[in-house]
């Protein structure tokens, strides 16, 4: 139910965009899927750009882009008892810099922190993050195709910078589709 509700955001997010096209509300949408150890994530972003270009040189600069996600967890492994399943969803925000082409085509780099909400404490296998907000960052690589399709990869770690214990930390391995606009 959750994924159909996102999958209905998304949409009419990209209905919205319409409307606004010469000063867009987001620049891009996106959907990742991620696996860890044991769970499984599927998340939505929506993202604007920044109009800033730094080290600008042979054709490259860095930038970046804010980016609004919502992501599904599904644990299968909950209080480390085999089979036993459950589920949280997280709201995030995080700012991503972007090591890209000037016409934002072919290749790129990116990595970015920000922060995120669970909605409930995870605990899954011998994992265990003791706090609801956690940091998320990420580093990644992918290539945006010339016709607006970008495909993607990335490492993210989720933790809540150690100020409370637990604090094992999650580390997703995901891979991303995205659409800009």
Not at 58 to 77: D, I, K, M, R, V
Request: glycine letters at 10%.
């Amino acid at each position: 139910m959750f994924a159909k509700k996102m999958i209905a955001a998304v949409v009419a997010l990209m209905a919205v965009q319409g409307a606004y096209a010469d000063d867009k509300l987001v620049d891009s949408v996106s959907v990742d899927y991620g696996n860890a150890a044991k769970v499984q994530m599927v998340r939505f972003s929506a993202a604007k750009d920044w109009s800033a270009r730094w080290f600008q040189s042979n054709g490259t600069h860095l930038s970046g882009y804010w980016e609004a996600s919502a992501g599904f967890w599904n644990q299968s492994q909950y209080q480390n008892i085999s089979g036993k399943s459950a589920s949280l969803w997280d709201v995030g925000f995080t700012p991503v810099f972007r090591f890209e082409n000037d016409n934002k085509k072919g290749l790129y780099y990116e990595g970015g922190i920000g922060v995120h909400r669970l909605s409930k404490l995870y605990d899954n296998d011998t994992y265990r993050l003791s706090t609801h907000f956690q940091f998320g960052d990420h580093i990644g690589i992918g290539y945006v195709f010339d016709n607006n399709w970008e495909i993607g990869g990335k490492i993210q770690h989720f933790s809540n910078g150690g100020y409370k214990k637990p604090n094992t930390g999650v580390n997703f391995l995901e891979i991303k589709a995205a659409y800009h606009f």
